[in-house]
């Protein structure tokens, strides 16, 4: 059974990219019914084709969001800087697919500003420290991050983001991440919007953002690189969802309990029986 939801918020899949997590992606995909769903950029890597890797997974995502659309879905799909040469195709729609490079929702009277952010991306915001961790450093990161990932697997321990720790610790980009969300936040405000989209930055987050008196609900979608979270609208509020691989398994360990729990408060005659 599908989840119903009114409108979902991705961004920075990268599918064609060796980091992107399509088995993940696509398990999300396959639980939810949106009646909006909104690719808020960075969905294909521009060098996808060239290199010639878009291994069969990646595929099958594409495919789950075209199945979504036979069942009512209507997708936008708003460019971002990593899938930026589809500009040129702006404001086209194929029946229920419409690539756009920005998009205004209203939804129950409040107006929705979404694009992708990297329009944003100047001298004044970006930091020597995030320009590096946006380019081939973070690219290194997230390649050396896989193996460590993987070894820690092996040794049964959770998976660990080696960028967003170097975020979370550096001044430079946590600097960098708050200006992004403060100069969103303000244009919005500037063009009297009640809240505003994007993503680019690999931060998921909804804040209240304030200037001059007014103010602007911030929210960011995050990655299906490292975060894997997407922005949900349902039952008229939004959150933030974050894959659990849990969540998916028929054989939930979290739904589990020992034999030795079951029968922990049955009679020890009736216990004797169980045994034999």
Same mark, same amino acid.
């Given at each position: 059974m599908r989840k119903q939801i009114?409108? $979902? $918020?991705? %961004?920075?899949?990268?599918l064609g990219s060796y980091h992107c997590k399509a088995k993940e992606l696509n398990q999300y995909l396959r639980s939810i019914q949106p009646k909006t769903l909104v690719l808020n950029g960075d969905i294909i890597e521009r060098e996808a084709l060239r290199k010639r890797y878009f291994p069969r997974l990646h595929m099958e995502v594409i495919q789950s969001m075209l199945d979504l659309t036979l069942t009512g879905? @209507?997708?936008?799909?708003?460019?971002?800087?990593?899938?930026?040469? =589809?500009r040129k195709f702006s404001n086209m729609s194929m029946g229920p697919i419409h690539?756009?490079?920005k998009l205004v929702l209203k939804i129950k009277g409040k107006t929705y500003w979404i694009f992708h952010g990297d329009l944003l991306d100047s001298s004044k915001w970006v930091s020597p420290t995030l320009r590096f961790?946006?380019?081939?450093?973070? /690219?290194? =990161?997230? *390649?050396?991050? *896989?193996?460590?990932?993987?070894? *820690?697997? @092996?040794?049964?321990?959770?998976p660990h983001s080696l960028s967003q720790s170097i975020k979370s610790n550096i001044d430079k980009a946590q600097s960098y991440i708050s200006g992004f969300e403060e100069a969103a936040g303000r244009l919005a405000i500037k063009n009297r919007y009640d809240h505003v989209i994007c993503g680019h930055i690999h931060q998921p987050c909804i804040k209240k953002i304030q200037?001059?008196? /007014?103010?602007?609900?911030?929210?960011n979608s995050g990655d299906w690189v490292e975060s894997l979270t997407a922005l949900e609208y349902r039952h008229n509020s939004w959150k933030l969802y974050q894959f659990?691989?849990?969540?998916?398994?028929?054989?939930?360990? @979290?739904?589990? %309990?020992?034999?030795?729990? *079951?029968? /922990?408060?049955l009679p020890k005659k009736l216990l004797e029986e169980l045994s034999c």
């Open positions: 009114d409108v $979902v $918020v991705l %961004s920075d899949l990268h879905t @209507k997708i936008y799909f708003v460019t971002g800087n990593h899938d930026d040469q =589809l690539l756009r490079d961790l946006g380019k081939k450093g973070y /690219a290194q =990161l997230l *390649r050396l991050n *896989r193996w460590q990932n993987f070894w *820690r697997r @092996k040794r049964g321990k959770s200037d001059k008196g /007014a103010s602007v609900t911030y929210m659990h691989e849990l969540d998916y398994q028929l054989d939930n360990p @979290k739904l589990q %309990s020992s034999k030795k729990d *079951r029968h /922990a408060k």
